[in-house]
């Protein structure tokens, strides 16, 4: 069987096999998720190309409405991420799965502008939790020396949902219009809606809350990882780590790393709602071909992210790999926006942009786990997704009265681009000895001998 982590990343063969089962088990279902949740979050895009006549909706009010979502979504980060601690991973994962996906089923009934705005906000709502609480569930499994290949692993649902939905939803608009009396953009909303409700009545019975409590899991594996993550969450608070939630809200450098992350998730969101009108630019009009060479970006995506986050884990490196990872996106969405003469160089600017504005946030959240423990790990993950995915909300929007008022996306696109370089820049304000490269070198309280580590 193909393993998830190499051998390389482990003091014996026992440990590798463990967490690799772990893995097997974890991950491939989570990514499913990931990949429902993000098609949910972004369908929007292609559905604008036909319910925009439909319903009066501008290029100003769809970029409102892009990003309105994140407005909803930020404000009960925090909040569900504690509950998620309360009442177990279990049960509320499932409860946002079906209620976000009850409110995007409900987006086919949509015949104005402000019901459009009304729903978009309320699956923000629905949806808030889902990504950091998915993060911190994975910190209940997998140490600190496997996140960054972890976190790649579970955003590399992104870019698969960009290479999957893209073709897909373009699918279903073209051969769906007119059925039953239903417009192919209604047709997405049921048919990439529904998968969402599924998802939550089989989180329940699939997922456990953690380590302790997993039936599927052997004693032997139960042995290794349990012990291992204790001793690591030792670890940090003997050095100081803060483990309640007002040490997360009061750290500067956890707020450090959340206008990193909105400086990042801007351009990623930025180019992923817009990408679909980007490709129509360059010349791509039909709803199929265009879904097609949209999926080329994230194709890319997924390949950046694995190879930097094994980097990063490899080498116990984190801040670099952001930065140059950042810069190699920004530098991407440049050429995205002067290259539009050249519709391949135009697409292989942006497949850079998303490559690397991707990979440098899987490896970016990493990092708050190696500063915090407990309900800080918890509030920190959610705060830093809360002012993180208001670039979400501001990137699609940007876009959308820049394009209003020029005709153009190119001037958005700088925009973006300059707000991933400082987003580089701040991830090196952070003291050498926060990162977690740093903590995970200590070497008494971190190793524990029934993991064999050496």
Known sequence: MAQFFTRVSFGSDEEAAAYNRAAWKLIPFLLILYIISFLDRVNVGFAKLQMSADIGLSDAVFGLGAGIFFVGY??????????????????????????????????????????????????????????????????????????????????????????????????????????????????????????????????????????????????????????????????????????RLIDALLSGKVWLLAVTNFTLLGGIYGVSFWMPQIVKDLGVQDVFLNGLVTSIPFAVACVAMIVVGRSSDRTRERKWHIMLSAFVGALGLVGGATLTATPALALASLSLALGGALASIAVLWVLPSGLLTGAANAGGLALMATVGNLGGYVAPYVVGLAKEATGRTDFGLYLMAAAMILGALLVQLLPRNASIDEAEHVPVLAESPAVGVT
Request: hydrophobic share 50%.
């Open 74 to 243: 930020a404000a009960c980060e925090i909040p569900s991420n504690l509950l998620l601690q309360r009442f177990g991973a279990r049960f509320w994962i499932s409860r946002i799965l079906v209620v976000w996906g009850i409110i995007s089923v409900c987006f086919m009934f949509v015949t104005t502008p402000a019901q459009f705005l009304t729903l978009r906000f309320l699956l923000g709502i629905a949806e808030a939790g889902f990504y950091p609480g998915i993060v911190l569930y994975l910190t209940y499994w997998f140490p600190g020396k496997l996140r960054s290949q972890v976190c790649a692993l579970f955003f590399v649902g992104i870019p698969i949902a960009g290479f999957v939905g893209g073709p897909l939803s373009g699918f279903i608009m073209k051969t769906m219009a007119g059925v039953s009396g239903f417009s192919g953009w209604q047709w997405l909303f049921l048919l990439e809606g529904a998968p969402a409700i599924i998802g939550g009545v089989v989180t329940f019975f699939y997922l456990s809350n953690g380590p302790k409590d997993a039936k599927w899991l052997s004693l032997r594996d139960r042995n290794i990882i349990v012990p291992a993550l204790e001793a690591e969450e030792a670890t940090h608070r003997a050095m100081g780590h803060g483990h």
